[in-house]
């Protein structure tokens, strides 16, 4: 009788941690809830990126030989999400105390802030998470113009190599910009 | 049981419910305890929920789980917590059958979830489609952080020359002009000769 008295909190107790690991990557140091972050209008978005787990491991094995590079940056991240809004009609002021209170929360977090940038109608914001001195998780929070994007990169990451994608990825929806930028060379 | 209550309360009733459900009890404790149940609103509805728990829960498939499997789980759960009765005492005040459901409902939801980990998971294979469009989608979104990276870095080195030379070297050189023009307003004219 004891028994059976004392199998539902031993149960509850076993079952626990099952339920705990319900959202994989989400307990990770470098993953940061950009969905949840109430920046951008539902309406407004026109971009969004999951791509995480098994999906990682087969684009950096389909890029293993065309593009190493690529597929080494893929292979050590577990997980990339993007969220991209058009703010055309959207209070972009809104959109920016959002940016801010988001920015609050990653120091909150423990996260360092790498850039933090705010030009005319331009913020861009980069923290990464660092532990055991490896950068171990990245999140990018940017407005330009009537463009909002937010980024979190989650898994190892090697900071000297970010700023040679934008010229090693070759991507003509990137065109206008990276031949601004080398104009400014 | 050897000592059966003459006057049964409520507790007594909860405590002997599951025995009286699956047919155990001597007729005549049986009969005494529907007797209660006939004059206690709340064991009585205690009893109802008790047997739908029950109905519900024969009502559930069973797991064909492998024999070692069910011993490891029992070994880890039961054998395990046994002289540990503290959080089990300390709720042991709840009628029985709802711990005796719970309890099945329990081990019936570990066996399940034990079973299922234990299939291999490997991962189904996407079409050359879906990769393709993914490695677009990663090469966009690392691309983007290196631009934006770059483009930030950028616009801070414009700012810190301009902060930082520009601006100092102008407002030094206005100053050395507006020093050099007030010198020559103190310049007497009248030694001078117009060319």
């Given amino acids: ?185 | 049981m050897s000592q059966w209550p003459e006057n049964w309360s409520c507790e007594e009733v909860w405590e002997h419910l599951e025995e009286l459900l699956e047919g155990e009890l001597p007729e005549t404790q049986a009969t005494q305890i529907r007797s209660h149940l006939d004059q206690c609103a709340a064991c009585e509805a205690q009893t109802r929920l008790a047997m739908e728990i029950r109905g519900e829960l024969r009502a559930l498939p069973e797991l064909d789980a492998p024999a070692p499997l069910l011993q490891a789980v029992l070994d880890q759960t039961v054998k395990a917590q046994e002289p540990r009765l503290s959080l089990g005492e300390l709720l042991g005040s709840w009628p029985r059958p709802i711990w005796a459901a719970l309890a099945a409902a329990s081990l019936i939801l570990v066996l399940g979830l034990t079973v299922l980990s234990q299939r291999p998971t490997a991962p189904e294979q996407p079409d050359a489609a879906a990769i393709a469009q993914a490695t677009a989608e990663a090469r966009f979104a690392l691309a983007r952080v290196g631009v934006l990276t770059r483009e930030a870095g950028l616009t801070i080195r414009d700012k810190a020359l301009r902060d930082q030379v520009a601006v100092p070297t102008q407002k030094g050189l206005s100053q050395f002009l507006g020093q050099v023009s007030d010198a020559e307003s103190r310049i007497p004219h009248e030694g001078v000769k117009d060319v």
């Fill in chain 1, 1 to 185: 009788m004891s028994r059976l008295r004392a199998l539902p909190a031993a149960l509850v107790a076993f079952l626990l941690p099952v339920i705990g690991v319900a959202q994989p990557g989400s307990d990770h140091p470098g993953y940061f809830p950009i969905e949840d972050l109430e920046i951008l209008p539902e309406e407004s978005i026109n971009l969004e990126i999951n791509l995480t787990g098994p999906m990682m491991k087969f684009i950096a094995l389909a890029t293993d030989e065309n593009d190493p590079e690529l597929s080494k940056m893929v292979e050590d991240l577990e997980s990339i999400r993007v969220r991209g809004a058009d703010l055309e009609g959207v209070d972009v002021e809104e959109a920016r105390s959002g940016i801010q209170r988001a920015t609050t929360k990653l120091v909150d977090a423990g996260w360092s802030s790498m850039v933090r940038m705010r030009e005319d109608d331009e913020e861009v914001y980069i923290y990464f998470k660092e532990e055991a001195g490896q950068m171990v998780g990245l999140t990018v929070l940017s407005l330009e113009g009537d463009e909002a994007m937010l980024i979190n990169l989650v898994g190892k990451i090697d900071p000297t190599k970010l700023s040679s994608l934008a010229y090693g990825l070759d991507l003509p929806q990137l065109d206008r910009t990276t031949e601004n930028t080398a104009e400014d060379d």
